[in-house]
Each structure stands twice: as structure tokens, then as C-alpha cells.
């Protein structure tokens, strides 16, 4: 560990002890109930150490390579190497194996679950939690108070108090422990060369730290994509509804186009046609209220209704009259004045009736009622 948290945890309800450490370097122990909120929060990461009396260090020979393969494996190979029912234990793996051997680091998962539960009532999220002594270099012994901690190899870490070292000890070349104030400075030493068992692993993995922040950055981004896809569905249905105007607009104008010109078989373009018709009707001096004139000079206000539709057209007597449907008789009566302002003529509303929730109205423009 160059940057990051390491704390020692030594039981339900004890304090804890925690160190910086910054570049590689350790700083001064310090003993409490947990670090302050503000240290955790800064921590770019967290190991917890907790008794390796507790774990199981054990090599397997498996067939799988890759990680996730020899998990599944692992448990089925260690069986025969743990005294408790297997389903009972958490089995962790190192991180790559060596020669076809894992190292492999067993724990109670009862007792891991009530570690981490420990912890979360602390306010602390760990990143990895190591045995202690698995924490140690190849072949170093250190002994504080009546504990000594020893890794034998790559594959095994062992702790036990001096009594039963000694007898242990005994007729065995072990290397002499040294004797330390304090064990977590000289385990934050090792750790980085140690590369410990990370015993979180499978369902035991912690929810990271940030994971709230990522999880309200994942509802801001589905917001996002939900506002985006809301913005797209409102332009096609705006988009809709202006074609519909058109296609009315359209309908009218061929309505009023064959009114002019009963013989017209086809009118592909009725727009057009109108403006030709206007062209040729202003140049032969007709009255420029004709129904082709009027409807030309209606369509601006008509084309800028949002929610009132033209939905027919019939010149007659001298008047236009046009269909609508419009929300409610205000926006009926709205669309009257406007008509009237716009081309200076008397426009009446000749009928009102109500359909399925809107209005179908008739308005008449200029001529005798």
C-alpha cells in the first residue's frame, strides 16, 4: 500500500488501531473507536487487518489459470483441509497463482460477516481486509505482548500466543521473532511487498465507498437520457401536429380551389394553384374577397394555432366558411378575433358544438349573416 488507510481490527467493540500512509511511508499509530469521517472520506483506499488466528493459509493445486475459474474450484480442493463444513467458510484466492498453486486463505463466514458488520457501524467501508501476519515478508517473525506472527512462505501466515509458540518452536528451524512495540508500523511496511489475501471476495465484496456518488451520477444520467428521449418523442409529436395544420390547410384549399373551378380534376399542389388562381384573378380585376383571396389571407393566422385545427373550408354567398375544432369555446373565440383583426372583416361565429372533449365550430368570414 504507497497511499491509503490501514487499520488494525482487533474485536467486536475494540478500539481500533490506524495509520496514515502517504508515498509508501507510514505515520504514527493512533488508537479510537474509528477515524474521523473526514480522514475516511479523503482515504484513496482501506485495508482492515484482522487476527490471523482467524484464517486458514493454505496452497492448492488447481487446473483452472484464470481467477474466476479456480474460485469455483477452490472450494470443492480445500475441503479436505478444513475441519468446519465447507459451505460454512469463505475460501479467497490470491490475486494470480504460481506453478499451478494457489494461495488460498480460508475465514468463518459468520465471523467475517460480523467483522464487516462491525466495521459498518464504525462508518467504515474496507477495501480489502488481510490477515495480519499473511501481511509479513516471506520469512519474517514478529512477536508484541504475548502474540508472535510469522510468515512461513507464500502459501502460509500463522499467529499464536508465545506459549504455544514455544512449543511449536520446538525441534522446528523457525526464524527467531523480533520484539516490537507496535505490530501495524511494521506491517505497513511489509504489506506492500507481502501481497496479502484480499478475504473479500465473491458476496463479501464491500460496496465501495463512492458507490453512493456512482449511483446518483448513474439516476442523473438516466435522467438525462429519459429527458432526451422526452425531447425527441415532443418534436415528433409537435412536428405531427404541424403537418396535420398543413394537411388541413391542404384540404381546405382544394375544397375552396374546386368551389372556384368545379371542372379541376386534379390538384397536386393546391398552394400553388391558389396563388395562380389569386395571380390571375387580381390581374383580370376581380374582387379581392373572393374565397380564394380570403382563404389565402386566413391561412398565416390559421398555420399559427397550436391548438385549434381548421378541419374544413366552404365558400358560399359572398363568405367563407371555415370549420374548426378547438379545445373550448375561448380558444374558438380567440381564433375569431384574431381572424378578424388580421383581415379587417367581420368574422361570426355561426355554431358551437361539443365532441368527445373539444369544440367543432363553424366561423364565418365577411358576407351577410
Known sequence: MRDGLLIRWCGTGEPLEWLRVEDGRAGFVQRERAPAATVLAKAASIAVLVPAEDVLSIGLDLPARKPDAARKAAAFAAEEQVAAPIESVQVALAAAASDGRWSCAVIS???LA??????????????????????????????SGDR????LDRERAIACDVALWSRVNKGADLVAPETVDELLPELARDV????????????????????GALRWWAW?????VAA???QTLWMQLDSWRLQQRVDAL?????LVYRERFPDAQRVPNPRLMLENALKQAGAGGVASDTGLS????????LGNQTQSQLSGAEYRGGSLELRINAPDIGALDALRESLASALGLAVTLESATADQGRIDGRLRIGGAR
Not at 115 to 142: E, F, N, P, T, Y
Open 220 to 224: 442523473a444520467a438516466m435522467f438525462a
Open 148 to 151: 508472535v506472527l510469522l510468515r
Open 192 to 211: 506492500s511487498v507481502a501481497m496479502p489475501i484480499n478475504l473479500l471476495q465473491g458476496e463479501f465484496i464491500g460496496r465501495h465507498r463512492g458507490a
Open 294 to 301: 380570403l382563404l389565402a389571407r386566413a391561412a398565416p393566422v
Open 228 to 230: 432526451i428521449i422526452l
Open 250 to 254: 391542404n384540404s381546405a384549399m382544394v
Open 114 to 143: 460480523a467483522i464487516q458488520s462491525d466495521l459498518a457501524q464504525r462508518g467504515i467501508v474496507a477495501d480489502a481486509l488481510h490477515a495480519d501476519a499473511a501481511c509479513l515478508a516471506v520469512g519474517r517473525a514478529l512477536r
Open 109 to 111: 463466514r459468520s465471523k
